[in-house]
């Protein structure tokens, strides 16, 4: 490997070259501070030949060269002078703005404007609506992550040298005849600071050896992030042929997947749950050098592909209304509980799951059956009695998922299925441990953490027993029978108010007219008005604390022997 380096500044790499960013960079992802330390470093606390680190890039042509570490910076810059530009632009001095232009577009050998620097992933954006010189955009640009990044450092830097140029304006004690001189003075001091940075640059023969240092630098550094390392790696692999980039197009395919999800995913989990449910248990730190041994130039397609297809499957798991029919309520049903629990363990579980389903290798009742018996297991073992585990759980489910993955007709997976629910069964704490935690389940007005498990119980046990309502579950409200203006009276506390022998589900109409009447006024009302009662409730003409827990204890039996049981 040739390596060469040299100290220069801003301006002679500008002037003399070209530069592009290569598809297995990440994306734009400067934020506001980032933007602020850059302004301060540079233009408040401005000093001569100001040193901003290295740059490394490998040789593409004469003068063209692919980046390779410094493209946040080197972006940076870029957005920052084509905002000095326009400003140029707007107090009138024109030659000044193309003097800034021509180092953001030029013409190359063959007499065509190029601009300097040119990226794939942000094409037409960056190109469009901030590179271009005095001309209104005329594409249409789908804004994604990394357009919005680049907008808010336009916007930023817009906000920042207006800044400047509105102080003159404000200036009391410069003339108003010298005022636009003044500011054009500044800009030019603004320029130059831009242009007088100082770093090294590093230059390498080829693009091979390009993945192998922006591998190098970024597992050594802060910011390493499973997703660039492994986009890097398929990019090693995957060259691109004639005008269309197949990989390149696949992997933003999959990051569009993951990142429009209106569920709180992210891309580094989804291709660590996407290897535990096929390959191997790695811990996230040490998955990429498992990754790039298995994932070789033969087999780099295929893993893809599956990247792709399994990203479906990863959002549609967090997002329950995400490729799931009205048919398939159950499951998306199943799904949410799990979101609701706030669960990662099972999901390489759950992955294999419906995968096996999607590719027909399992029947849409056998996947039903499987996510419910997942559900009810962490309803009981996580939601209810907050068991832990030591590892064998999560151990389970990816040695599961693999088996499943790999099984090679419906028979083997069914049989495997009914192995996983048995273990599900028989890792299940004991009814005595459950009835103490459901009793300590509770919701009040200042205490509403398990609001969302509290409705999802009592709906449970309002579709077990049939109750009727004349509105959908959602519009129904949590009646406490023992209203919660009885805290600290009469023996109540907020956790027998609060306990689930205490909640009733109420159209808001019923819950109205009830108010904070006293019990037999209430139950008589809710027998007038046809409600659903629980027979508990109904065999009882006085309501205490004690009555609250008995009721309770009633509730976790059926709970855990009938509506929750595997």
């Not at 018996?373 to 151990?395: D, Q, V, W, Y």
């Not at 409600?531 to 309770?552: G, K, M, Q």
């Amino acid at each position: 490997m040739k390596i060469e380096s040299k100290d220069t500044d801003i301006e002679s790499l500008l002037v003399g070259s070209y530069f592009h960013i290569p598809r297995f960079q990440r994306p734009y992802s400067w934020d506001d501070e980032n933007l602020n330390d850059f302004w301060n470093d540079v233009v408040v606390n401005q000093s001569e030949d100001y040193f901003i680190g290295s740059m490394v890039v490998f040789k593409k042509e004469k003068q063209q060269f692919g980046v390779v570490d410094g493209q946040q910076r080197l972006t940076t810059i870029t957005i920052l002078l084509c905002v000095i530009r326009d400003c140029f632009l707007k107090v009138g001095s024109n030659d000044l703005a193309e003097g800034i232009h021509q180092l953001v577009e030029r013409k190359d050998r063959s007499n065509r404007n190029e601009y300097v620097l040119k990226t794939e992933t942000s094409f037409p954006y960056f190109q469009e609506h901030i590179q271009k010189f005095d001309d209104d955009p005329e594409l249409d640009v789908d804004i994604q992550i990394e357009e919005k990044n680049l907008s808010n450092a336009h916007i930023r830097f817009n906000k920042l040298v207006g800044s400047v140029i509105s102080a003159i304006d404000n200036d009391a004690s410069i003339p108003e005849e010298n005022k636009n001189q003044v500011k054009i003075d500044k800009l030019v001091n603004l320029r130059d600071a831009v242009l007088n940075l100082s770093l090294i640059f590093i230059t390498l023969d080829n693009e091979d050896d390009a993945y192998l240092i922006f591998e190098t630098l970024n597992t050594r550094g802060k910011d390493l992030a499973l997703t660039d390392l492994v986009k890097n790696h398929f990019s090693k692999h995957l060259k691109a042929r004639g005008a269309v980039d197949h990989a390149r197009l696949k992997w933003e395919s999959m990051l569009d997947t993951i990142h429009n999800s209106s569920s709180d995913i992210a891309s580094d989990n989804f291709i660590y749950h996407f290897w535990s449910s096929r390959y191997e248990a790695v811990p996230l730190k040490k998955l990429f050098p498992k990754i790039k041994k298995e994932i070789i130039k033969a087999t780099a397609k295929e893993y893809l592909n599956s990247l792709v297809s399994d990203s479906k499957i990863y959002r549609s798991i967090h997002e329950p209304t995400y490729e799931w029919s009205k048919n398939e309520s159950e499951v998306s049903d199943s799904l949410y509980a799990l979101q609701m629990f706030k669960l990662s363990q099972p999901t390489p579980a759950t992955m294999s799951l419906v995968r096996a389903y999607r590719e027909d290798k399992i029947k849409y009742k056998k996947l039903r059956d499987s996510l419910s018996a997942i559900e009810k297991f962490h309803f009981i073992f996580t939601a209810i009695t907050s068991s832990r585990s030591s590892g064998g759980i999560s151990a389970m489910y990816s040695s599961f998922a693999i088996r499943l993955f790999e099984s090679k007709d419906s028979q083997e997976a069914s049989n495997l299925i009914q192995e996983f629910v048995t273990k599900l069964r028989d890792k299940r704490p004991s009814l005595e441990e459950f009835n103490v935690a459901f009793k300590e389940v509770i919701y009040t007005n200042s205490n509403s953490k398990q609001k969302n498990l509290v409705r999802y119980i009592l709906e449970k046990f309002s579709l077990h027993y049939g109750y009727k309502f004349p509105v959908d579950f959602d519009e129904l409200t949590i009646e406490h029978l023992s209203p919660q203006k009885n805290i600290g009276h009469d023996g109540w506390t907020e956790s027998s108010i609060g306990c689930l022998g205490n909640l009733i589900f109420l159209d808001q109409k019923v819950n109205g007219e009830l108010d904070i009447k006293g019990f037999l006024e209430k139950k008589y009302i809710l027998n007038d008005t046809g409600c659903s009662l629980p027979e508990f409730i109904l065999n009882t003409n006085e309501w205490t604390p004690d009555h609250v827990y008995r009721n309770a204890e009633e509730m976790a039996q059926v709970a855990y022997s009938e509506i929750w049981r595997i």
